[in-house]
């Protein structure tokens, strides 16, 4: 009977505690849901429609009521820089550092951090360097901190800073031997400019230690022979580049003529050349040819060359366009001539219009070849080939 009246009394204890707890549960989800505030929704409505001037309005609206909300801010202020809007970005940045919601280290390096990008991207060098020196210590953004002054000494053009931070970034994963045998080349440009040509060759030199296949550092080093008149040892130092990379041969053959002219060497120049040409069909010598043939009276060998191209290079209107110069005078009437000339002068035109040299990274294109990407800054990233 005891036994009973126990049950009769625990039973519906049992289903109280049940029904506190759910409404416990229930609560907790609609304390949590009431936690999002609700124009979020809006904001990454027209994110997903990519009305970022919208979304910037309404993520503006709801960090200014909840200013705790401190990732929604990360991303307004991410916002900003997309859009451009690098001053605001700046302003929201330096707030949030102040702000009292803000106590924990981490999260006080995670704004500094995005604060050095906000001056970076506004081209405020200084004061991004400056932020950035003061997380070098931190756990979690020393790498990116490290990574982002990289980028900032190669576009103040500080190549010696460059140089240090790519050292410090190097790992086994990743060792930058291009880049800094890059930022070595840059050096040596610069010392050439100023005719010290000692220290343009040590900075060549450390270049190739840094990066045997760095066709620059050869290009430079023919450059400064040449320059000294030892014409010699700049064609030797030209010739390397075959071995590095055959593409680049175009970049110096120019030059490589007027190096054997200076020797009084023709005869060598073109049989280097046409041994280039038999090696590399596929790439653009075609103009150097063609003048030195047609001025050593060799106008049909010029055709024959231009013939064979043109099976190795289908669509290379230059070529087309050549071939149509060096059989102009065979055409036996002026109309004819003149209907040629025109032809010519299309393909040219086109010609102009997209032999363009491409970005592999990031597919920027350019009538200008840069050893650097402009766009997504790379080093050795756009093809010689136009
Ligand atoms: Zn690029």
């Known amino acids: 009977m005891d036994i009973l009246i126990v049950w009769l009394i625990i039973t519906p204890l049992f289903f109280a505690f049940g029904w506190l707890a759910g409404r416990i549960d229930m609560k907790s989800l609609m304390k949590q849901a009431k936690q999002v505030p609700e124009r979020i929704f809006d904001g990454v409505d027209a994110l997903v429609d990519n009305k970022t001037g919208l979304a910037r309005d309404e993520l503006q609206q709801i960090v200014s009521r909840e200013p705790q909300l401190i990732d929604l801010q990360f991303s307004l202020g991410r916002l900003y820089r997309k859009k451009g809007e690098n001053d605001l970005a700046i302003k929201l940045h330096t707030q949030l550092l102040a702000s009292q919601f803000v106590i924990n280290t981490e999260t006080k390096e995670k704004i500094k ?13 200084d004061r991004a360097e400056t932020t950035l020196l003061q997380l070098l210590n931190s756990e979690l953004y020393s790498h990116q901190a490290l990574k982002l002054l990289l980028l900032i000494y190669q576009q ?16 086994s994963d990743v060792a930058y031997h291009t880049e800094v045998a890059e930022f070595n080349c840059e050096l040596a440009q610069e010392a050439i ?31 400064l022979y040449f320059i000294q008149e030892q014409y010699e040892a700049a064609i030797e130092a030209w010739q390397l580049i075959e071995k590095q990379n055959y593409q680049y041969i175009p970049f110096i053959i120019n030059k490589m003529h007027d190096a054997y002219n200076k020797l009084d060497k023709q005869k060598e120049f073109i049989t280097l050349l046409m041994g280039y040409t038999k090696l590399y069909p596929q790439i653009n010598l ?37 071939l ?40 920027f294109k350019s009538k200008t070849f840069f050893w650097q990407c402009p766009a997504c800054y790379e080093w050795e990233s756009i093809s010689p080939n136009t």
Do not use: H, P
Request: glycine share 2%; proline share 0%.
């Open 113 to 125: 951090l995005e604060l050095a990008k906000d001056f970076q991207k506004a081209g405020l060098i």
């Open 156 to 171: 103040d053009k500080n190549w010696n800073e460059a140089i240090a931070t790519a050292r410090k970034l190097a790992s």
């Open 193 to 223: 400019i100023k005719s010290d040509f000692v220290l343009a060759k040590e900075f060549i030199n450390k270049a190739l230690q840094t990066n045997r296949q760095c066709v620059r550092a050869n290009i430079l080093l023919g450059e």
């Open 286 to 322: 075609y103009e150097i040819v063609v003048t030195i043939l047609t001025t050593n009276n060799e106008q049909e060998e010029a055709v024959n060359y231009l013939r064979t191209s043109m099976l190795t290079n289908k669509k290379s209107a230059k070529i087309a366009a050549l």
């Open 324 to 363: 149509i110069e060096a059989r102009l005078e065979e055409l036996s009437t002026e109309a004819g001539k003149k209907d040629a000339e025109r032809v010519k002068n299309v393909l040219l035109s086109y010609n102009e219009q997209y032999a363009l040299y491409s970005c592999g990274c990031c597919n």
